[in-house]
């Protein structure tokens, strides 16, 4: 893989966590979740850790940080994959890709971890919401990388 096409993977990356953090502040508001998945995440891993971080607002610019740092990876990730030649096709696969990332996560690595209860154990709202936003982090993560030859 050309570095351009990698770093051009980490910069959508990060950009499509933007849509997907509204996806989810969304679910919040409709009293789907009550906190971000990405915040309950960090502060489990934090807690595990035996980190002392009392304040809720560093605690929070972690989550912030971790969550574009995890979208930057799966973006490059998602970057050295091959590419049909149609937009939208481009759109269809990274929103397949999202919902593989959602899970990989939310149904494996997250419960097994004991970071989120799985799917099936879990309040309803928080999985229709996180499903939803990794939809639109693969979609929009589809939508960037598909301007530009297939390179």
Do not use: C
């Not at 993977?9 to 997907?20: C, D, H, R, S, W």
Request: net charge positive; proline share 9%.
């Amino acid at each position: 893989m050309k570095p351009p096409r990698l770093a051009k993977g980490l910069l959508a990356g990060v950009v499509a966590t933007a849509p997907m953090t509204v996806a989810m502040e969304l679910g919040r508001r409709a009293g789907l979740l009550r906190r971000l998945p990405p915040e309950a995440i960090t502060d489990r891993l934090l807690d595990s850790a035996g980190t002392t971080m009392a304040n809720r607002e560093q605690r929070q610019s972690v989550a912030v940080l971790v969550h574009l740092a995890t979208g930057a990876a799966l973006g490059a990730i998602y970057a050295a994959l091959p590419r049909p030649n149609r937009l939208t096709h481009r759109i269809g696969l990274g929103a397949s890709y999202g919902l593989g990332v959602y899970t990989l996560n939310y149904a494996g690595l997250a419960p097994k971890l004991r970071l989120m209860p799985p799917p099936s154990q879990d309040r309803p709202g928080r999985q229709i919401t996180t499903l939803a936003a990794h939809l639109v982090f693969g979609a929009t993560l589809g939508w960037l990388l598909g301007f530009g030859p297939n390179d």
